[in-house]
């Protein structure tokens, strides 16, 4: 596939916009009746867009390279005066990410939830459009066009299936966005007039040159421009429209939302080592202190706020914002292997976070048995009094036989697991994926020079309270989660076996599979999120790749035979 992928290079980077925009296209072509189309238009399409972006991710892994970038310039125009593609490492994991949480979500669709209003097959196209342009840009202006083609695809989306709760939170989540949008341009515009440039490149070899009468103005823009990326980041106190928003849409746009936060970290993450890296001059690692300290306050936040929750919609909402938290602290340290940590823990907190809104959708269903609410403060734990010892005789069934080492059923034993799946990803207990990345983000605060170089370092008052924010917001988690657990699964011994159909139980066992996966090859993936990490922390590479790509010349003129 990587030999495919050189031989199609640099075009096949377009393919990830233009397959889901053309397709998008396609479908609104189609009558709303033609559904079965439809949805296979969109599976295939979402499919093919996987195969691309992992045949993308094997070309920049190839042979072992410690760089390897790809830029392409649609209009053929060189850098900084013409529209960039920039394809390395980071970008190449955020498509597959996409792709396979995307995928996982329309096939989990499939089952019940794209029939629920008009339009879901073209905003979803849309809306994976703008993700793959916003990872592949290297332009800022295109970054907010691709901002704005996603937000515009997930108000719609959001708004999916109706409902009061639905246009309530969908309301709050579009004035929400727009400003950010205000600030977002605001922010660009600003930057424009200080550099005269807004591609990513240029734009970071600007900045040690600016004014010294013009360096406030600079990082002025810079908070601007991170505060529209820190909303979708959903950094607190930024972040108080996302659990309703995203606990009230429905469970496949609830899974596909999970990355949406995702695009803000990934933003903040490529523009601040961009722009101020160590190679910044008076600007280096400007705002480092106010990721660390707003990515600590928003671990806190959603700790709390999974420790308070009791629908597992809300649970997976603060869920995805203690995941948010967690890499936006640790990117504000600005040390390659701490980073290398964080993005070993954003694709598993991202699967795990997207497969419990699709589990909360399912298990809410069985809970509820077909009708619309469930009281959530009556359960009592089963064989229990209320003094919490056995009850003679209630251990059995309505013939008086023992219901201890009964079969459970496939479907409930499937729920379970998964819920347990994700329990361990999220709180990160091992041996699972989520324990690993805060075992490598922990090792890298504690030995930020390798194992064995590091003696006497010590990590400092935000160094320690990471490590200790790591590992208590995990327990918190944990307990928040295993509460959870039982209330839905230990404590309800006298309902139905649940309804469970392939097209729902198929995308969480993928989601999940691809955490263990991760865990089973944690020495190859890690080493490609090091030197994802290490490309990042020497930007130098980033810029002159983008910079000195020469536009392809023009074809030489085909004389005929008659002229000279």
């Known amino acids: 596939m990587t030999d495919i992928a050189s031989l199609l290079m640099p075009h096949l980077m377009l393919a990830p916009i233009a397959l889901p925009m053309l397709t998008a296209a396609l479908m609104l072509l189609m009558r709303e009746e033609q559904q079965r189309l439809k949805l296979g238009f969109n599976i295939l399409s979402t499919l093919i867009g996987l195969v691309i972006a992992i045949a993308l991710l094997g070309w920049t892994d190839q042979a072992g390279a410690p760089v390897t970038m790809g830029v392409y310039m649609p209009g053929n125009w060189p850098a900084p005066f013409g529209i ?16 396979v949480v995307a995928l996982s979500s329309i096939v989990f669709a499939a089952a019940r939830w794209h029939r629920a209003g008009v339009h879901f097959h073209p905003l979803f196209q849309f809306q994976l459009m703008g993700l793959a342009g916003a990872f592949l840009t290297a332009d800022l202006f295109n970054l907010f066009v691709f901002f704005e083609i996603t937000l515009a695809a997930s108000y719609g989306l959001l708004l999916h299936g109706s409902g009061r ?46 004014d010294a009468a013009d360096r406030g103005l600079l990082h002025a823009a810079a908070s601007i421009l991170a505060m529209a990326f820190l909303i979708k980041a959903a950094m607190w106190p930024l972040n108080f429209w996302l659990v309703p928003a995203y606990s009230a849409a429905t469970a496949p746009v609830g899974a596909l939302f999970a990355l949406m936060t995702k695009l803000g970290v990934y933003t903040v993450l490529r523009l601040w080592t961009l722009m101020f890296s160590s190679q910044a001059g008076d600007s280096a690692l400007f705002g480092s202190a106010w990721l660390m300290c707003g990515g600590m306050l928003t671990m806190a936040f959603g700790a709390i706020g999974m420790l308070g929750s009791q629908r597992l919609t809300n649970l997976a909402g603060y869920a995805a914002i203690l995941s948010s938290g967690t890499l936006l602290a640790a990117a504000g340290f600005g040390q390659n292997l701490l980073t290398a940590g964080i993005l070993y823990y954003l694709p598993s907190s991202t699967f795990a976070v997207a497969a419990l809104f699709l589990l909360a959708d399912l298990i809410d269903r069985w809970r509820n048995a077909g009708a619309r609410t469930a009281p959530y403060e009556d359960d009592e734990a089963p064989f229990l009094n209320a003094e919490l010892v056995p009850t003679t ?7 008086e036989e023992v219901l201890i080492g009964r079969v459970i059923p496939a479907a409930a034993a499937f729920l379970g697991l998964a819920f347990m799946v994700c329990t361990l990803v999220i709180s990160g207990l091992p041996p699972l994926s989520g324990f690993v990345g805060k075992i490598a983000m922990l090792n890298a605060l504690l030995n930020p020079l390798g194992v064995g170089t590091s003696a006497g370092y010590q990590p400092g008052i935000w160094g320690w309270t990471l490590l200790m924010l790591l590992i208590g917001t995990g327990l918190i988690g944990s307990i928040a989660l295993i509460r959870v657990g039982m209330r839905h699964f230990w404590a309800s011994h006298d309902r139905n076996t649940p309804q469970l159909r392939v097209a729902e139980g198929l995308p969480i066992a993928v989601l999940l599979l691809c955490c263990i996966a991760m865990t089973l090859q944690a020495g190859p993936v890690m080493r ?18 983008v910079l000195t790509q020469a536009p392809v010349p023009n074809p030489a003129p085909i004389l005929s035979k008659e002229q000279p």
């Open 84 to 99: 960039s593609l920039a394809l390395d490492r980071l970008s190449a994991l955020m498509l597959v990410v996409t792709s």
């Open 165 to 210: 709760a639905r246009i309530q939170s969908g309301l709050h989540y579009i004035a929400i966005n727009l400003a950010a949008s205000s600030l977002l341009l605001i922010g660009v515009s600003m930057l424009y007039g200080i550099t005269g440039t807004l591609n990513m490149a240029d734009l970071a070899s600007a900045i040690p040159h600016v």
């Open 528 to 545: 490609y999120m090091q030197n994802a990490a290490d490309a990042l922390h020497s930007p130098g590479t980033y810029i002159h790749g």
């Open 393 to 399: 005789g209630l251990n059995l069934d309505e013939d």
